[in-house]
């Protein structure tokens, strides 16, 4: 079986909600709102289906918004998916979400549905609006019932750091099928997480606990360990070891930018990640197959990497490159939640 290539594409900017942590609104709060049009649409699926075909790769789309949701021509791109046999994960928010909307996604193949929970109820409702933690809670078995699988991320900073465990608890008791965590990004002029290595470790700490008592008496939710320190923290305890027959250069995990990953915004702008400024080209101006073997190779050059290179864990960790980006302006700088010593 051919390997899948993720596309995460952003069909529109609108949403119901201003996330204090969103990429779209934290540099300008008053932009103009940008959506994909129904033959772009097309022109995109062509230009992925290309890429894919040119290495051998099956396309995977992670589509989302703002909300996809509200984009006029949401079901029509579905169609077009399910048309093409091309398999996909929403990313959204739980507003419009029904008995009816649920059964109608999965008709046209959604594999699962994402939403967040950045805090318990007080928390994440500040970070995106009143109403907003109880109606997630409330929509996940909306999604399960139609027979999607339903997804919990929570983004991680010094703000809710503390009620990761009883997200944790919360998730576990709402069914959930999968869940996972991420670290907040800085941007514009914010270069503090609010977290220091000592303390991320401490949570993954916690978090390990959590899930093999958890996963001990049956539990059915995936904890999916998204971050790639928690191959780090594996190694320290000796639940993860480096295989004999590793071949030196070669990747084998950690960071998929540059590896099997891009995403496409509603502008048509091709990014390395959405997770900090890496444009790499547009979806409307250049062949994706193209950007892929040569504006791609700058976030392929592992030796650069200023701090990992120098580590054994180099080809399946490399911490989040994004958030050392946000945190130092330089993709190749150090992660600064890692608490490793390199000598």
Request: proline share 4%.
């Amino acid at each position: 079986m051919k390997q899948y290539f993720a596309f995460q594409w952003h069909i529109t900017d609108e949403c119901d909600q201003r996330c204090k942590h969103c990429y779209i609104f934290s540099e300008d709060n008053g932009k103009a709102l940008k959506a994909v049009s129904w033959e772009q649409m097309q022109e995109v699926v062509a230009n992925c289906f290309d890429m894919c075909e040119m290495y051998g790769r099956m396309p995977y789309f992670y589509i989302t918004g703002g909300d996809p949701i509200l984009h006029p021509d949401f079901w029509r791109l579905l169609e077009l998916l399910k048309e093409k046999d091309i398999p996909f994960t929403l990313m959204g928010n739980p507003f419009y979400l029904s008995d009816e909307v649920c059964q109608r996604l999965k008709k046209y193949g959604c594999q699962k549905y994402q939403l967040s929970l950045d805090g318990m109820r007080k928390t994440h409702d500040w970070f995106r609006k009143d109403g907003s933690f109880d109606c997630t809670l409330e929509k996940i078995s909306c999604i399960k019932r139609a027979g999607i699988r339903s997804v919990i991320m929570t983004t991680v900073s010094g703000k809710n750091i503390g009620e990761i465990p009883e997200i944790i608890d919360t998730v576990v008791k709402y069914g959930v099928d999968v869940f996972a965590f991420a670290r907040y990004c800085p941007t514009s002029d914010e270069k503090d997480t609010g977290m220091t290595p000592e303390r991320y470790r401490e949570l993954l700490d916690v978090c390990y606990l959590k899930f093999q008592q958890y996963e001990a008496a049956g539990c059915q939710t995936y904890f999916n360990r998204k971050d790639h320190l928690w191959t780090l923290y594996e190694y320290e305890k000796g639940i993860f070891k480096i295989p004999e027959n590793a071949q030196p250069g070669m990747i084998y995990g950690g960071c998929n930018c540059g590896n099997c990953h891009l995403t496409i915004l509603p502008t048509g702008d091709l990014y390395a990640c959405r997770r900090f400024s890496s444009k790499v080209g547009n979806v409307f101006e250049n062949r994706i197959a193209d950007v892929w073997v040569c504006e791609m190779e700058n976030y392929r050059e592992y030796t650069k990497f200023k701090k990992c290179a120098k580590c054994e864990l180099m080809a399946w960790c490399r911490g989040c490159p994004a958030v050392a980006y946000g945190t130092a302006g330089d993709f190749y700088e150090s992660d600064p939640q890692c608490w490793k010593e390199i000598v």
